[in-house]
């Protein structure tokens, strides 16, 4: 077991309204149930996309999709080396405060913390088989389970109220995809497994940075997507990344 003192949690929705708040701010259209259905490409250059609610024109096109980047990225004609899983969270009834940090069980594939209004939140492994589903199993949830009864006995007796899945973009060696396409001004950030929502500053800051200026951030140049082409770079020793059961 892994026991981080300074670790913490964020509500995910709240920091994803911030962000938008400050995007809005500083002028950017962020427009919501909006489905992107193509990519518009003329010379080998991106000039925008086709949505649910009309085209786009754009001289720069982003795709940042997590577990949804092999779909999008394939109306460009890009086959990417991605894995669609699911990665499912629980949720218990409130209880009184008996965990006041997060604790990470890395040989049973588990995590749990307690939310501010008493609920355990846990997760664990993810499911087995790609999938773009939105929604987990049963015999996952109960290997999580196990895993956590294992770790914490005491919560046996308690109630899961919820359960979600959420779809993960896994790489082959567990490190992110931050590069231009063979389509000119059409960029791509992907690849970030379960570790995107924590990386999401870094990421965006460096992202941005590609963009902008079309040159690699000094802290980017490794998450080329030729690395997978030409073996160069990978990021771990075995080429498996960090769940080696699944590739």
């Given at each position: ?98 965990i006041d940090h997060v604790v990470t069980f890395g040989m049973g594939h588990f995590y749990i913390s307690q939310s501010d209004k008493g609920g355990l939140v846990f ?125």
């Amino acid at each position: 077991a892994l026991w981080q003192p300074r670790g913490g949690t964020a509500r995910h929705d709240a920091v994803a309204w911030g962000f938008a708040r400050g995007a809005d701010r500083r002028g950017v259209d962020l427009i919501q149930n909006c489905e992107v259905t193509g990519i518009d490409i003329e010379g080998g250059r991106v000039t925008g996309v086709q949505t649910s609610r009309g085209a786009i024109r754009a001289k720069k096109v982003g795709i940042v999709v997590a577990g949804r980047s092999s779909q999008v990225a394939a109306m460009a004609g890009m086959r990417l080396p991605i894995e669609s899983h699911i990665l499912q969270a629980f949720v218990t009834e409130g209880l009184k405060p008996c965990i006041d940090h997060v604790v990470t069980f890395g040989m049973g594939h588990f995590y749990i913390s307690q939310s501010d209004k008493g609920g355990l939140v846990f997760g664990g492994d993810l499911d087995f088989y790609a999938s773009y589903a939105a929604r987990g199993n049963l015999p996952m949830a109960e290997h999580v389970m196990e895993a956590g009864l294992a770790l914490m006995p005491m919560i046996a007796k308690a109630r899961v109220l919820r359960s979600w899945g959420g779809i993960m973009d896994m790489s082959p060696d567990g490190s992110p995809i931050i590069d231009r396409t063979h389509v000119e001004g059409l960029f791509l950030n992907c690849g970030w497994c379960y570790g995107g929502f924590k990386a999401v500053p870094g990421s965006g800051n460096v992202f941005a940075h590609l963009m902008a200026t079309g040159r690699y951030h000094e802290n980017a140049t490794k998450f080329r997507l030729d690395r997978f082409r030409d073996g160069y770079g990978i990021m771990d020793e075995e080429g498996t990344g960090s769940q080696h059961n699944l590739h």
